[in-house]
């Protein structure tokens, strides 16, 4: 089997593996107790916060653990809209039906500024937030995928509360200029929140400087070797944020449900083992792309989805190939794939299974039947030069059978 789908989700580290052990059986106080046994899974959760913490410059305590980068989304987005909204009821008068204008600058239901690439995770909860009466803007990337800050600056209204931009794109790979926004918006004006979906960054590209540039970041563990079920968001220290998950006073109250000791175990050593090995892995990505995407432009009719140049990862995540083959199907081209031993994806994940051509490659300009003909290869460090050779040399043989069976 060639694993390439490691931005859906990746093997589980070693390390990962050996330091959740111990919470699945033996150690299986309650992080929140205050008896011996509890000692160890308490001390684990707070080593995992420094671990995690890490990996982007914050403080532990700026480290909230959830379930996944799906919540952290939700989370970042519902918990900024009801903490603007709660501090807006003090001042805001509205009219007997709730709808009242603010001069200039759209309803009070308040604005989000957003772009048209995001995961589902993040463009679902915005839709949420849109029944609920927000306006929400969502930015037009360029033909790359790129985002600028001139564009979020000038989409800013007086009641914007939040800006959410994506660090890095997990379909076509494209590293959004995050920091740079995020200063652009805080010039401006320094209430409105700025929250980034690292997801397919963290633990992939370095983030060190992130926690002094957004105020909320979403992560996930099994995107960087880590168990699934595990995520994180960095919340800076002193932001309004309402609690999404209520109940218990776990994760300092707001973020509530007994602790999944063992997951954030697996996910602070991952975070660790990535950190430590940041360099060595992202230069290996980069030669195992640059050498599979090499053999697939020898394909004829090959278009590369999001921004390349050889050798470089500051632009493109280390590990991504989108590219867009004419004259076949990507779902067609997948299933062949599969029974030759390859995992591979057509767009993200997520959308797979679903015939609409994905909304990242429309929003950069693809038509919808080059769109059809999409495949990304996501590589790990774990790779070797084997596979990819193989992997270049089955897809060119199950090209010239597509496009034979579709007379191309
Ligand atoms: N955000 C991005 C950019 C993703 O790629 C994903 C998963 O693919 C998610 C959010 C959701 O993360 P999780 O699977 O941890 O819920």
Known sequence: MIYLDNAATTQIEETAFSAMLPFLKGEYGNASAVYELARNSKRAVFNARKQCAALIGAAPNEIFFTSGGTESDNWALIGAYEAWKNQQSGADHPSSDGSAECAGSGTRGGHIITTAIEHH?????AEYLESLGVSVTYLK????????ASQVIEAIR????????????????????????ADAVHSVRKDILVHTDAVQAYGQICLDAFAKHVDLLSASSHKLGGPKGVGMLYVRDGIRLAPFIRGGMQESGRRAGTE?????????????VSFAGIDAKIGRETELRDRLLAKICDITGVIINGPYEKGDYSKRLPGNISVCIKGIEGESALIMLDREGICASSGSACTSGAREPSHVLKAIGRAD?????????????????EEVDRAAAVLSEIVSKLRARNRF
């Open 121 to 125: 995770a993040l463009l679902r909860t």
């Open 141 to 148: 990337p360029d033909s790359e995928g790129f985002i600028n």
């Open 158 to 181: 007086e009641d914007t509360f939040l800006v959410s931009v994506m660090t890095a794109n997990n379909e076509i790979g494209t590293i959004e200029p995050v920091c740079e926004i």
């Open 260 to 272: 999944n000791v063992a997951g954030i175990a697996g996910f602070g050593a991952a975070a660790e």
């Open 369 to 385: 039947d080059e769109a059809k003909g999409s495949l990304r290869f996501t590589l790990s460090h774990h790779n070797t030069e």
